[in-house]
């Protein structure tokens, strides 16, 4: 089992539709989470972090996180065509100081 | 705005050549690492330094070698590349989880 789990997608929304990614992760120790968004042939870049259970918002991005069911998702309200990207979850724990990244989803907005 | 910036875009190398991919910070960040990304094995650690001269083994440190003499600069070893190292290499630096990285070098080894 992956210590960071993603849907690899794609996954297609139409432009002006939410879209929904969800990331699983196996180590309870692990203690915030973040999203990071790559175009392709771009490096990585971080968009969210949440450190608490709940949501957290910012601009059209919703993060939110479940410690208890293992959980994390991010949600971009109004897609865009720009925000056609991979995402990728990652869980870090300060134990070791180590970031665990997901495989990505790949999401693409269609006009 | 973080400025992480590396050595090469795009590097070619022979098997068994010593080859040095050169990342530079310019926020005082203490931690540095380096991974790579291939398609379906995703992001993985290779190494990271948590300050000058301190390094840690990552993931897949084998094959590699790291050097961090000046707070600013993390520099990745492949003490004598193979084709299994083509990769894209990526440095980041950051604190805990916020990292910031750097555009990334397409290394092929033939």
């Known amino acids: 089992q992956k210590e960071v789990e993603q849907n690899s997608g794609p996954l297609s929304v139409p432009e002006g539709a939410i879209a929904s990614l969800n990331c699983t992760y196996s180590d309870r120790g692990s203690q915030s989470f973040f999203w990071y968004r790559q175009y392709s042939g771009k490096s990585p870049e971080l968009i969210m972090s949440?450190?608490?259970?709940g949501d957290k918002e910012d601009g059209r991005f919703t993060a939110q996180l479940n410690k208890a069911s293992q959980y994390v998702s991010l949600l971009i309200r109004d897609s865009q065509p720009s925000d056609s990207a991979t995402y990728l979850c990652a869980a870090f724990k300060a134990a070791g100081n180590k970031l665990t990244f997901g495989g990505g989803t790949r999401v693409l907005v269609k006009p | 705005d973080v400025k992480v910036t590396q050595s090469s875009r795009y590097l070619v190398k022979r098997t068994g050549e010593k080859v040095f991919l050169e990342c530079v910070q310019d926020m005082d960040h203490e931690n540095m690492f380096w991974y790579r990304q291939d398609p379906g094995l995703g992001l993985r650690l290779i190494y990271f330094s948590y300050d000058v001269k301190m390094k840690e083994k990552g993931d897949i440190p084998e094959g590699y070698s790291v050097s961090r003499e000046k707070k600013e600069r993390f520099s990745l070893i492949l003490e004598s590349a193979s084709t299994n190292q083509t990769s894209m290499y990526l440095c980041a630096s950051g604190i805990a989880g916020e990292q910031y990285f750097g555009p990334g070098t397409r290394l092929t080894v033939t």
């Open positions: 949440i450190y608490s259970n």
